[in-house]
């Protein structure tokens, strides 16, 4: 499935908000993301594993603004991987306030998610 930058952030934000909210660091630019913790773990989760995963795209440190936003990644998805992003982006709908440009991507990332992933033609 492609991604762009702020795509993939927002996904990993909903996904770390979700299952492991201790590893979102706010900074004073922005936030980021501290995968150490898992990256160390020996018996990773599901999750954990997607988290690692997901970070390998994005360099294992992820400030915010992307310094490309533009710009498209690509992360093979298995369906259960793509429902868990899904339900983390509609879990984090609910508890944050997000601004509409932010609900109007989030709406349709995760309409993208929940079809088949295979399917992604990536024309962004």
């Not at 995963?53 to 093979?76: F, H, I, Q, R, W």
Request: some cysteine; proline content about 6%.
């Amino acid at each position: 499935m492609t991604f762009t930058s702020d795509e993939l952030i927002l996904a990993l934000v909903g996904l770390v908000r979700a299952t492991r909210p201790a590893m979102l660091r706010q900074e004073a630019d922005g936030f980021s993301v501290d995968f150490e913790a898992i990256a160390r773990s020996k018996t990773p989760g599901h999750a954990d594993r997607l988290l690692l995963k997901m970070g390998a795209v994005m360099g294992s440190s992820t400030p915010y603004p992307a310094e490309n936003p533009n710009s498209c990644v690509s992360l093979d998805l298995d369906a259960a991987e793509a429902r868990k992003i899904a339900d983390a982006l509609a879990q984090l709908e609910v508890v944050q306030a997000w601004p509409q440009d932010v609900m109007k991507m989030s709406r349709a990332l995760r309409a993208r998610l929940t079809s088949d992933p295979g399917a992604d033609s990536g024309d962004h």
